[in-house]
């Protein structure tokens, strides 16, 4: 229960004011218990990229264990007023409110896992009034985490197997932005993280190296390094950037040797500034010409996907890579832009619903949506988003969202997984929550059924998820059908 332990016992206020007026109007039309479906989904990849890698879905289930409204949230609500100084809500439906027990089932797409556009990553099935209530929570929670561990894993496969450390608390929106984006960072691909919080919270490995102000706080750089190394003679990286980076590596060997005797050994030194890509290659030569070949050299200072990526090509000799201000907060881009949407309601029957849109494909899916991936022994082919509350043909189509005249005929029973699992059932939670180092490994495994084409930053292939030609016809008939323009031939 990380959130709830740093903040407070209940987080059923963390939402929208509208989603309690709606609420209210729900339960005073009757419709309070209507069975409905919402999707969350998004519509573009982050980051001008090829994929998405799901996360959040811990966070978003502790908050639904915990929906309950306590008696300071219902006296809250009870001291709202309207526009005429009175009473927003009636007593009567605090008392709802107050008697409210989670009960909608929810299907997830586990984290670690990558998607694309238009792929429900949450369904919420049940009484109208809970699955409209939780809209902003989960987006704010899904959407974030998304967002940073897709961020990660851009970084984490620009350092081609190299170390990431996660550096950027100091520069994160705020304590939740600090913590939830270092387990998000981790899931996607970050080895460990400079944040202790999160590292006690998460079980998230915590390293560091030390700052400037260490070595200022000396008369010179060598005492610096020295005291430092007689704190941690097996741990030590060595900021060597304060007053001049060559000069300072070579302090550091001399130290290092200095210490030796006593069973010191140089773990690391490390460039903050300057000509990262000069500075690491004259830095190895000095190490290694001194015999310390093991010692890492460890950069940061303002790093990205893309200033990896060239610093690699240019031959950098940098083995560990710190990441902060544009892991942490995804500086290029700062919100995924999920969106969740009402898909069906029951009225006796289900009626399947949408939100119209300028373009087709900007309009929402109708129905219970899943998502069938297709794949082979190396890598995932194609990803079907169908309605589960239909039959689906033996040998379904796949639309091209972009070029809707091009299909992709499957053999409904070859190979395949169902993406959306079960989380909980009638308000129980059905799911093993999977440990964070196996998200991990989950999110390593997913990026490798990937073909480079699609993981690539400069325009990547987009792989092909679409909708299943049954329901993509259905949703042409309903625009048709809503826009008053007959139905599709
Ligand atoms: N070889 C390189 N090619 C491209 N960019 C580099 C290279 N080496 C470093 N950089 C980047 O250039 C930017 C400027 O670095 P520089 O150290 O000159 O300035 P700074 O960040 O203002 O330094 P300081 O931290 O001392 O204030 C940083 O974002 C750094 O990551
Ligand atoms: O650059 P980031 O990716 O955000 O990584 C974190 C930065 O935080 C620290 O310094 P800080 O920025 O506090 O000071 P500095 O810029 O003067 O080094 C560290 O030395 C990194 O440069
Ligand atoms: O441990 C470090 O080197 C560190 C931690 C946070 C931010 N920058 C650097």
């Avoid at 809250?76 to 526009?83: Q, V």
């Avoid at 809500?89 to 998607?115: I, N």
């Avoid at 969202?401 to 499957?410: A, G």
């Avoid at 490798?448 to 792989?463: D, T």
Wanted: proline content about 4%; overall charge negative; hydrophobic content about 40%.
């Amino acid at each position: 229960m990380a959130l709830q332990q740093i903040y407070r016992t209940s987080l059923s206020l963390l939402t929208d004011l509208y989603q309690i007026t709606m609420a209210y109007g729900y339960w005073k039309q009757g419709m309070a218990e209507r069975e409905a479906v919402f999707h969350l989904y998004f519509r573009k990849n982050p980051f001008e990229g090829g994929y998405t890698v799901a996360a959040g879905l811990e966070h978003a289930v502790e908050y639904l264990q915990a929906l309950k409204f306590t008696e300071d949230d219902l006296a809250y609500l009870g001291s709202l007023k309207g526009a005429q100084g009175q009473p927003l809500f009636e007593q009567e439906f605090l008392e709802y409110l107050r008697q409210m027990e989670f009960s909608c089932d929810v299907d997830a797409v586990p984290e670690g896992t990558v998607v694309f556009p238009n792929e429900p990553l949450v369904r919420v099935r049940g009484p109208l009034l809970q699955a409209q209530l939780i809209e902003t929570p989960l987006l704010t929670i899904i959407n974030f985490e998304t967002l940073i561990a897709t961020k990660a894993a851009r970084i984490k496969e620009a350092a081609k197997g190299d170390t990431v450390i996660e550096f950027g608390m100091r520069r994160a929106q705020g304590i939740d932005g600090a913590l939830a984006a270092a387990r998000a960072a981790y899931v996607g691909g970050a080895d460990a993280t400079s944040n202790l919080l999160a590292g006690k919270l998460y079980d998230i490995p915590v390293k560091g190296t030390h700052a400037h102000s260490w070595v200022q706080a000396f008369d010179t750089e060598e005492e610096a390094f020295k005291a430092y190394g007689e704190a941690f003679p097996k741990d030590s990286v060595f900021l060597v950037d304060t007053y001049n980076t060559v000069e300072g590596v070579k302090k550091a060997i001399a130290v290092a040797r200095e210490l030796q005797p006593q069973g010191f050994i140089l773990g690391g030194i490390r460039l903050d500034s300057g000509d990262l890509t000069y500075l690491s290659i004259e830095a190895r030569k000095l190490l290694d010409e001194a015999g310390f070949t093991g010692t890492s050299i460890v950069a940061s200072n303002d790093l990205d996907e893309h200033l990896i990526t060239h610093l690699k090509q240019e031959g950098a000799k940098i083995n560990v890579w710190g990441v902060g201000t544009k892991m942490i907060t995804a500086y290029d881009q700062p919100a995924l832009g999920g969106v969740y949407k009402l898909a069906a309601l029951k009225n006796g029957e289900w009626e399947y619903k949408i939100k119209l849109s300028e373009q087709l494909a900007k309009t929402s899916n109708p129905g219970a949506l899943q998502v069938r991936r297709y794949y082979n022994q190396e890598r995932y082919l194609a990803d079907m988003i169908y309605n589960e509350l239909e039959p689906l043909p033996a040998q379904p189509q796949i639309v091209d969202p972009v070029d809707v005249t091009r299909r992709k005929t499957m053999d409904k029973d070859a190979l395949h997984k169902e993406l959306l699992v079960p989380v909980f059932q009638q308000g129980q939670l059905v799911y093993t929550l999977p440990t964070l180092k196996s998200i991990k490994a989950t999110t390593a495994h997913e990026l490798s059924q990937l073909h480079e084409s699609i993981r690539r930053y400069v325009n990547p292939h987009s792989y092909p998820a679409g909708l299943e030609s049954n329901l993509h016809h259905y949703k042409l008939n309903l625009i048709m059908h809503l826009k008053g323009t007959g139905s599709e031939a």
